[in-house]
């Protein structure tokens, strides 16, 4: 019978989801290096050749579903419409993500929470590309005269940040265990925030708000 040999890339790859299958399973907590390298029927030592620790081997998860989302937003970024409602469809395809994740797979609320904790550069950085990629749209809006003036970059984060309620992991998953439809908020608060970016005559100055 013939060995199959697998790349490094590919035995890391296998490392990735036997873990995350882990996880999802028992829970971050009470997985081990030694179960991961259990059901792969490989030594411990193994797993610590392509990851310094669980920590390190956990955020490459991070990063890999990350990657995978961005993959989709920036698909539904580039598809026709207009810049509105092309903002809407990235939105919706965000929250969409998290809430299954956080209201389907309890056994992610550990994951998050410990990425949460101890700011994960994998998180950070796919906040970052998300608040570009939606500043991008802004920009393409107010060239077609679709919405107000503004700092596009600035304004693709203030909307990231006013949907945060139905954007954040956590915040959803709370707000489904006290009952509230998510998908309804979210379009609410999604629609508020692209009304926001219609508007043509924005006050001069800041609101004082004392």
Avoid at 61 to 82: D, F, K
Avoid at 135 to 162: C, H, I, N, S, Y
């Amino acid at each position: 019978m013939s060995i199959v040999r697998r790349t490094s890339e590919e035995t890391r790859q296998c490392i990735l989801v036997a873990a995350w299958d882990l996880f999802r399973q028992i829970g971050f907590r009470k997985t081990t290096i030694a179960d991961i390298a259990g059901a792969l029927g490989m030594s411990s030592a193994n797993i610590y050749r392509f990851f310094a620790s669980k920590d390190a081997l956990t955020e490459a998860i991070c990063r890999n579903m990350l990657g995978s989302l961005l993959e989709t937003v920036r698909a539904a970024a580039a598809a026709p419409g207009t810049a509105s409602e092309r903002i809407g469809s990235v939105l919706m395809i965000l929250h969409r993500n998290h809430r299954d994740q956080m209201t389907h797979e309890k056994r992610v609320h550990e994951v998050v929470a410990v990425a949460m904790e101890e700011n994960w550069g994998a998180i950070q950085e796919f906040i970052d590309t998300c608040d570009a990629l939606v500043g991008g749209l802004v920009a393409e809006g107010q060239a077609a005269g679709e919405f107000g003036p503004g700092d596009p970059v600035l304004l693709g984060k203030r909307t990231m940040e006013a949907c945060a309620g139905v954007l954040h992991p956590i915040l959803i998953a709370k707000c489904a265990g006290d009952g509230v439809d998510v998908d309804a908020l979210a379009r609410d608060i999604v629609a508020f925030a692209l009304r926001a970016l219609a508007n043509k005559n924005p006050p001069l100055a800041p609101l004082s708000l004392e």
